[in-house]
């Protein structure tokens, strides 16, 4: 059995997952090359999140690069949505040409980060997009039902109304009782009634506020 090939093939697979797992961007401007892209994926809004910014450049051995420090000296990024924009505040990672900026996206949408300035005398003015920022939905569990809170709400709004109608009935069959009787009290009657509608109201507004705490 040929164990060099399975390991080759694995190598390759694993190399397709890697690049499916981060969806950074990478551009060459110079000498340089520039990845950009989020420290946490997806990017969800609402939720603290960095853009990193990577800038390497050829190292001394061929085919290896190093990162480049102290880039940001006279370099500055800003993050675009739409028509608004917001100048970032760079911090240095530990690793030599790693920088990072936390941000918390405030909308579902796209990015672009837009770096301007030069990094020893290379000029730069790129626009770099980045990965599409996210609802909560995709980390909700379990998945919230829109049609049981529209339920919840029409039976809410049914019994409030048959409470107005309970009040109107209470006030109509006051209004037609004989009281030509002197065992007859009608306020208290009234009274007596409208306080078992208040019983009833206090329930809608119990339900109202277990409901509430439920969400």
Do not use: C
């Amino acid at each position: 059995m040929n164990y060099s090939l399975f390991a080759i093939v694995g190598l390759i697979a694993l190399g397709f997952s890697f690049s499916f797992a981060y969806a950074h961007t990478t551009v060459e401007v110079g000498p340089y090359e520039i990845e950009v892209g989020w420290q946490d994926e997806p990017p969800v809004v609402g939720i603290l999140n960095a853009i990193t910014i990577d800038i390497r450049e050829p190292g001394d051995v061929e085919g290896v690069s190093m990162g480049v420090n102290n880039a940001f000296k006279n370099l500055r990024a800003s993050v675009v949505s739409g028509g608004a924009s917001k100048v970032l505040d760079i911090n240095t990672d530990p690793r030599p040409g790693h920088y990072y900026a936390k941000i918390i996206p405030t909308k579902t949408g796209s990015l672009e980060m837009k770096l301007q300035g030069e990094v020893n005398g290379i000029k730069i003015n790129e626009i770099i997009p980045v990965e599409d920022v996210e609802s909560t939905s995709v980390l909700d569990f379990p998945t919230t039902s829109g049609s049981s809170s529209g339920q919840e709400v029409t039976a809410l709004k049914n019994a409030v109304t048959s409470i107005q109608k309970d009040v109107s009935l209470i006030k109509s069959q006051v209004g037609g009782i004989d009281t030509s009787s002197g065992n007859f009290d009608a306020e208290t009657a009234y009274n007596f009634g409208v306080f078992g509608v208040s019983l009833g109201a206090a329930g809608v507004i119990l339900a109202i506020i277990a409901m509430v705490k439920r969400k």
